[in-house]
């Protein structure tokens, strides 16, 4: 089911909200968008671009992506958590079940069509200390955590992989890889498996636990950035495109479907 009525360009970074407000970004137009449960769609945040990765925080609001990491609060006020001078931004986000942040930092412009530099998976504790886990990222995208916690899961939009990064930090192996497309944004089941949007291919996966692929997905559009799980039971499915064959003209937009797994909850950062 096609959800906006607001035309849009790539959409990215899909959130539930504690109300049932589905929460989104627009890449490259800009801004922070929310559509209430009645399809009403308001701007939480003007003109900020780049956001690839949106994550609740424990105190209300929201933390975004972008040239930096900010924390957006109920009141609308910004507080910035991570800027780098070496990073030419922050991709997605993803946080661990004690409430530290995840964050994929790219450290060159792959759509400037620089030429490719490792970036990093970043991790940051509630006492506002950040620890890079990985460096073998090219291009960071999705991020995930495995059920037990011990697994950081890693999109390498770049090389077509994900990656699996100890959860204390190390060195990575390959999860998986996809034959088509590219692994965007990514979510887990509660069965320990793994679903990722991927890209240009118009489609989502599923891998097992052990790094299988399971099921792949096709949509209608021809570019499926990312997804998450949500709802009362954790079984609705947000998905964020950056097109649609549903109504072609209002550009990227949101599908939502139901799934028969429930999904695994983010948890808020303390960050």
Same mark, same amino acid.
């Given at each position: 089911?096609?959800?906006?009525?607001?035309?849009?360009?790539?959409?990215?970074?899909?959130?539930?909200?504690?109300?049932?407000? &589905?929460?989104?970004?627009?890449?490259?137009?800009?801004?922070?968008?929310?559509?209430?449960?009645?399809?009403?769609?308001?701007?939480?945040?003007?003109?900020?671009?780049?956001?690839?990765?949106?994550?609740?925080?424990?105190?209300?609001?929201?933390?975004?992506?972008?040239?930096?990491?900010?924390?957006?609060?109920?009141?609308?006020?910004?507080?910035?958590?991570? #800027?780098?001078?070496?990073?030419?931004?922050?991709?997605? &986000?993803? %946080?661990?079940?004690?409430?530290?942040?995840?964050?994929?930092?790219?450290?060159?412009?792959?759509? @400037?069509?620089?030429?490719? =530099?490792?970036?990093?998976?970043?991790?940051?504790?509630?006492?506002?200390? $950040?620890?890079?886990?990985?460096?073998?990222?090219?291009?960071?995208?999705?991020?995930?955590?495995?059920?037990?916690?011990?697994? &950081?899961?890693?999109?390498?939009?770049?090389?077509?992989?994900?990656?699996?990064?100890? #959860?204390?930090?190390?060195?990575?192996?390959?999860?998986?890889?996809? @034959?088509?497309?590219?692994?965007?944004?990514?979510?887990?089941?509660?069965?320990?498996?793994?679903?990722?949007?991927?890209?240009? @291919?118009?489609?989502?996966?599923?891998?097992?636990?052990?790094?299988?692929?399971?099921?792949?997905?096709?949509?209608?559009?021809?570019?499926?950035?990312?997804?998450?799980?949500?709802?009362?039971?954790?079984?609705?499915?947000?998905? %964020? =495109?950056?097109?649609?064959?549903?109504? $072609?003209?209002?550009?990227? %937009?949101?599908?939502? @479907?139901?799934?028969?797994?429930?999904? &695994?909850?983010?948890?808020?950062?303390?960050?």
């Amino acid at each position: 089911m096609a959800v906006l009525e607001h035309p849009h360009g790539l959409l990215e970074a899909p959130r539930f909200g504690a109300g049932g407000e &589905l929460v989104y970004s627009d890449v490259l137009a800009g801004g922070v968008w929310a559509c209430s449960p009645e399809g009403r769609v308001d701007e939480l945040l003007a003109k900020r671009r780049g956001i690839g990765g949106i994550v609740p925080h424990a105190r209300g609001g929201w933390v975004i992506s972008g040239r930096s990491v900010v924390h957006l609060a109920p009141d609308r006020s910004q507080r910035t958590l991570l #800027a780098g001078e070496d990073a030419c931004g922050y991709n997605d &986000l993803g %946080t661990t079940a004690q409430g530290d942040l995840l964050a994929g930092v790219l450290r060159y412009r792959p759509l @400037a069509g620089e030429p490719e =530099t490792p970036g990093r998976l970043v991790r940051m504790a509630g006492d506002g200390s $950040p620890q890079v886990l990985n460096d073998d990222g090219i291009w960071p995208n999705g991020i995930g955590i495995s059920r037990d916690g011990e697994t &950081l899961y890693l999109s390498d939009y770049a090389r077509k992989v994900v990656l699996a990064v100890p #959860a204390a930090g190390g060195a990575a192996r390959e999860f998986c890889s996809v @034959a088509g497309g590219s692994p965007d944004g990514l979510a887990i089941d509660a069965r320990g498996g793994m679903w990722v949007a991927l890209g240009d @291919a118009g489609a989502v996966a599923r891998f097992s636990s052990e790094g299988t692929l399971e099921e792949t997905i096709s949509l209608p559009a021809g570019f499926v950035s990312s997804l998450c799980f949500g709802g009362a039971d954790m079984r609705d499915v947000l998905i %964020t =495109t950056a097109d649609n064959r549903i109504r $072609p003209e209002l550009g990227g %937009t949101l599908l939502r @479907a139901r799934s028969d797994l429930a999904g &695994l909850a983010v948890a808020p950062t303390v960050a």
